[in-house]
């Protein structure tokens, strides 16, 4: 009878046991997504469904995954891990406003559908490298340069179809801070807040179309045209560089339909914000990085010290993610850690004088520490209001000399800007000590508040279903945020929106405040920020697994800008626009980028 029971588990076993990690995985299932009511997926076919195709996935994939390599398989559950405790974290984020150390399932369904994910990520990037390596092996690489003519037809196209997108928002996107960037320039009372660069650059611009023609619209459409110019020069750039590079001339129309076409594009080429003019910043430097680090004997030029320099000009938190992306360069590219090292400092030191000059040249105050401390102001803001009993009443008062009470009392979870305005700097300066003491005695008391309100301000990068409602309520000089907060959509005083097409203003108000593009299956995700940063992981994921880290380290810079906004004051898709422009560049070098001196690893086995 033993005997029967061992021949009955060999054959089996491994069967049932994968049936009931099956069952495991469609359990876990409703940790990650929202699916309503409490019975609503356990009642529904799709449950059974579900059941079956993990049942059939297991049962194909599983022994294939279990043999791989360890390192590689260790990797791709980190991966995987990594995404399902976002899932699962930013759902509970999203419906409750906290983290519920009660939802038991919320927390033990990253750790046991990892594998499983793992699994289905291992077949999925061996079925990519096979199916690419077949394609390298057939098909001839084109890597012959553009034509004048055709580079001149992408510049067209892209300046026509960003053109009628102005037509239609008429005189552009003059938001997110340009009204005080502006009147910096206006009363020269400059701050060190906005980047003097851009500040000079905005407000040069519009000041000298408002001279020449004496109205702002006409100075803010002068900014605009000038926008749209340089990116176009830009996007035909990166066409260019790809042509030669044998990314495929078919792929590089593609490339460039999508910049003209997809709507968060002309959101970014036609925003006065400084994150648009460093998104392209950033394409520039990836393209650079490209060729240094992908072509033995190209040596680190003038250009990749420009676009570092311009970097850190362009965005204050872009020299703290310049200056480790430079170490993880030199630690992994050895034969090039002096080139990178060297030209890292010279990069810096230049941006850092220019920065100085600037400052200096235009009696620029000091903007103060708020900025820097985003994370910290919210947590000790959230813990007083929803918490208070955690500080003791002589803490409390110690609290209300860096933080009046006020400020403190208008606290958002996913806004730290009610707060910080207030904060006290000239008391910080003088006992930053009793600040930190004040912090971490909140820290000792209340960590998981602490937790909470840091991820709240940032969950909308990690998390793809987030809805953007960070400004819910605001009221702005046109209109109050609603139910979305995706752009900000109106041109701010002293210009005001002329819209010369108005279905097109209408879309792109919908748009930015409703919940319109959301409701759009798959579509919707390409909205996402979270979805967006989720991909490039995958596309560095891929590019490990078939290369190696060498593979990944033009793409560094984005990963460490990402982690830098992780700390900032909220999250909002104008952040991480460079990511709707790096990414088509990441996908034509995994699909590409392959060469025959560097031979595709084992067919994706």
Known sequence: MRGSLDIFWKRYGGRFLQAVYALAVVCCFPAFLKLGGTVAFTYSGFSVILYALVVWSLARFWERFRKGRRIEK?????????????????RMLDDKGYLDMRDIRGWAAPVLTAPYAAMLLYKIYADMEAVLC?????????????????????????????????????????????????????????TTH????????????????????????AGILLFSLLQTALFA?????????????????????????????????????????????????????????????????????????????????????ALYALLVTGGVLAFISKERRKGVLVSLLVGVAAAEFVSFGLAGAFGAQASGHQELLTVPIQQLARTWQLAPETFSDAEKQKLYEYLPAPYLARYRDKLSDGVKIGFVNEAYEAAPAGFWRLWFTGLT???????????????????????????????????????????????EQPGARASLIPAIGNF???????????????????????????GMLFCLGYLVKTRGFQGILPYMILVFMVATLLLGPTFLPRYVFFLWFCIPFMIGDIVYGCREKEPCADGGA
């Open 445 to 491: 008391r209340a960590p998981a508040s602490y937790l909470d309100a840091w991820l709240l301000t940032s969950y909308g990068y990690w998390y793809p279903d987030t809805v953007i409602d960070v400004y819910a309520g605001n009221t702005v000089y046109t209109y109050t945020y609603g139910e979305n907060a995706y752009f900000g959509y109106e041109t």
């Open 508 to 534: 792109y108000r919908r748009l930015s405040l409703e919940i319109y593009k959301e409701k759009l299956p798959v579509i919707s995700l390409l909205f996402s920020p979270g979805f967006m940063l989720w």
């Open 134 to 190: 077949v394609r390298r092996a057939q098909t001839a690489l084109d890597a012959a340069p553009a034509s004048r003519t055709e580079l001149a037809r992408y510049f067209i196209f892209l300046t026509v179809c960003w053109g009628i997108v102005l037509l239609g928002v008429f005189p552009g996107f003059f938001v997110y801070d340009a009204a005080d960037e502006l009147l910096e320039v206006i009363t020269r009372q400059f």
């Open 74 to 90: 260790a990797g791709l559950c980190l991966l995987s891990f990594a995404f399902l405790l976002c899932m699962a974290w930013g």
């Open 233 to 317: 020069c830009g996007i035909v750039y990166m066409a260019a560089r790809m042509h030669i590079l044998g990314f495929g001339r078919q792929f590089c129309r593609i490339v460039i339909a999508f910049m003209g076409l997809f709507p968060v594009i002309p959101m970014c080429v036609l925003c006065s914000a400084k994150d648009s003019i460093f998104a392209l910043v950033v394409l520039l430097w990836v393209l650079e990085s490209y060729e240094v680090f992908r072509f033995p004997g190209k040596r680190i030029g003038a250009r990749w010290i420009l676009w570092s320099v311009l970097l850190c000009l362009l965005r204050h938190n």
């Open 194 to 217: 906005h980047p003097l660069l851009h500040v000079l650059y905005l407000g040069g611009v519009v000041q000298a179309g408002y001279k020449l023609f004496g109205d702002y619209n």
